[in-house]
């Protein structure tokens, strides 16, 4: 069993930025990809972003390319997610998420999750 916190969420301005993190306890963290999600009223959830736990390789959907960057510290078991020039349409509810194996952008293949961090972006 991991269980996984979420902060750093926030209002910010467009253009701002936050850094969210994760922090997991529980089994050994540092066997487990890790995943960030976004939800935003009235759509589904999304990948932002993962990083595999066998080579750190970083992965992000194309709209956050070259703003958020993940980044984990396995000796404290925290995964981080900077976010630079945020925009309006970065305005979610971000959650972290875990898992051992399987394809990274794809919510099914996680095992555990956050309750989630609000992240609103004003402009």
Do not use: H
């Not at 972290?96 to 555990?112: E, H, K, M, N």
Request: aromatic content about 14%; overall charge positive; proline content about 3%.
């Amino acid at each position: 069993q991991v269980q996984l916190v979420e902060s750093g969420g926030g209002l910010v301005q467009a253009g701002g930025s936050l850094k969210l993190s994760c922090a997991a306890s529980g089994r050994t963290f540092s066997g487990y990809s890790m995943g960030w999600f976004r939800q935003a009223p009235g759509k589904e959830r999304e990948f932002v972003s993962a990083i595999n736990w066998r080579d750190g390789s970083t992965f992000y959907r194309e709209s956050v390319k070259g703003r958020f960057t993940i980044s984990r510290d396995n000796a404290k078991n925290i995964v981080y997610l900077q976010m630079n020039s945020l925009k309006p349409e970065d305005t979610a509810v971000y959650y972290c998420a875990a898992q051992p194996r399987g394809p990274l952008i794809f919510s099914t293949s996680y095992d555990y999750w956050g309750q989630g961090t609000q992240v609103t972006v004003s402009s």
